[in-house]
């Protein structure tokens, strides 16, 4: 009966993260939207974002000392946290921009270029080989984007730059995060990531909305009503939360097939929300051939994973643990170190940061090598 009730707990987990990850991109879409909420300022909306981030946190931090602060120093912080939080600041600004120009689905599209960003930044920066069979997988996914490019109706040039920059600025924000902060043994969770992230976001968000919205929003009226940005905000800090918890409960698979789900039921739903965007079969055979490349991509880091982790012992004895696996439920463990994150038993690390990278205000949890991921589970085996 316990197991049941652990069980029902994961699938609401699941289900939360699904809704809040939907919901914050539409609702992002919407607010930004000139034909809807009519508030065309990406940047204003990102640093309102940030600002109620990283008040939220200071206060589970320092206040009510949710999770406690890891052993930061003002190198590790010029070095590691300010370029990381300049690419973590541009890739939220050039994402939420084109909402201006693109719709939410063709949006959801051309994230499936996630990987072939990122896989390119970690070959470029030493920390990922040139393979031939990751290689294939990501000419697949760009192939898939391409063709659904071209069945794109109301196809912007403006707004396409604006998300691939921003695909573009979160890769190397992940591949950043995994040779600057992983070399120097700090691992950060979501609330201790924005702790230190949101503020220093907020203010390289400063000079570009100084000089590119300020003098606009000074001539133009504009509509603010603070219940929306509020609701707006903590949608977007709860987004973070309930992957931390979901990854805690399951796994990065689990996020990452959770993703898939989403961004199909994403896609369908912006159809009905926003009735201008027109979804072509081009475009869903385009982004099947690309999401089964990312697919193929994930089973293959998963099984490097695997592998690496194979304990060295003899076949009897494997199977006598992996049957206790099975046979026994483990609950969470909590968060049990100030400078590593354990989270179920699992560790936060690079599968969970990929797998949400994908999202709108994905969490700030820092990539980390695939190896050194553990494979101890609860109960099951996970992005923008």
Known sequence: MMISRQLLLTYLYLL??????????????????PKHFKFPFPITLTMIHMAFSGVVTFFLVRVFKVVAPVKMTFQIYATSVIPISAFFASSLWFGNTAYLYISVAFIQMLKALMPVATFIMAVLCGTDKLRRDLFLNMVLVSVGVVVSSYGEIHFNVIGTLYQVTGIVAEALRLVL???LLQKKGLTLNPITSLYYIAPCSFIFLFLPWYLLEKPEMDISPIQFNYWIFFSN???AFALNISIFLVIGRTGAVTVRVAGVLKDWILIALSTIIFPESTITSLNIIGYAVALSGVVMYNYLKMKDVTATQLPIDNTADRATKDKKIVNVFKPDSSIDSIDETVVGGVAVGGLATEAAAVDEEAPLIPSSRLSHVTRTQTGGLSSR
Not at 16 to 33: A, D
């Open 233 to 235: 905000a903590l949608s």
């Open 177 to 179: 995060t995994q040779v």
């Open 16 to 33: 939360i993260y699904i809704c809040l990850s939907s919901g914050v991109i539409l609702f992002n879409k919407w607010v930004l939207s």
